[in-house]
């Protein structure tokens, strides 16, 4: 019996310990509450009052949260508590949005999550709520533009609300700009590889000559080619105004992927143009040797 009541009180114990966990809405209410310090004071005026007109505008109410932790709960399920314990979005007949942002700290993660009240789910479905996070709002974080990031989620997040876009729109739109890009890559890629092709049947067939040039150029090429492999990642960077880029943006970017296999591609082909065209005159001059 003893035992059981021990193991109650300590339940007891531990709910109460994660409920305090989770941060009490500050009064006056504010749609903006950024306890991490990530924006500067214009830029949290600016985005509250962006805020404020929405709600009175799309008669919902979007909140802003950014904390510098989670206390062991996952982002989707802080955001969710969050929601509950702040009453987001019951004022206006239960049509809330919560922006949950942690920043990234030395080893730890950053964490983005959006989440919606019931009345919201068909015009902001998960999909299109990952699109922004995605393609909107990492790629601004990651070259340190939070206050942009931010922004322009939130302009996006309005529009929907707003019925100015819907989200099958907007999913449509965005899968036509990757398309566009991948195109130009494509394109772009192809002219590259078709250039280096020529420049190797002009050293074959002799227009760079003296074999003494074609030497040089093979191994300029090969240079080239090693440089290309090594700095990959930042050539791609550059190539894409990204500040850093990492493997779960190659992974889940197909404007970035197609960037990085051309980069490795054209690389590779200028190694074997360098390879060809320092062997050549090494093979003549055995040849000449030998006989």
Known sequence: ????????????????????????????????????????????????????????????????????????????????????????????????????????????KGEIFIGVTSKLSDRLPNRTINSIIKNTIIPNFKNGQYFIGISKGISILNSLLAGKINSITYDRKLENHDYANINTILIIGILIIIILLIILYLGLTGYFGSLKNILIIG????????????????????????????????????????????????????????????????LIKMKDESS
Do not use: C
Request: aromatic residues 8%; charged residues 20%; without cysteine.
């Open 1 to 108: 019996m003893k035992t059981r009541i021990l193991i109650l009180i300590s339940l007891l114990l531990s709910f109460t310990i994660l409920a305090s966990n989770i941060i009490k809405r500050t009064e006056p209410y504010e749609f903006l509450n950024d306890y991490a310090g990530l924006l500067s004071n214009n830029e949290s005026v600016r985005i509250n009052t962006t805020l404020k007109r929405i709600s009175k505008e799309n008669k919902s109410e979007i909140v802003l949260l950014i904390v510098k932790k989670l206390n062991n709960y996952s982002s989707k399920n802080y955001a969710l508590k969050i929601m509950k314990k702040w009453n987001i979005g019951k004022n206006y007949n239960n049509k809330g949005v919560i922006i949950l942002i942690k920043p990234k700290y030395l080893h730890e």
């Open 219 to 282: 191994i300029i090429s090969i240079l080239l080619g090693i440089i290309g492999l090594i700095l990959r990642f930042e050539i791609v960077s550059t190539l894409l105004g990204t500040k850093q880029l990492v493997i779960s943006l190659l992974l889940n970017n197909n404007t970035i992927k197609a960037t990085y296999w051309f980069t490795v591609i054209i690389s590779i082909v200028l190694i074997v143009i360098g390879a060809i065209f320092t062997l050549k005159p090494l």
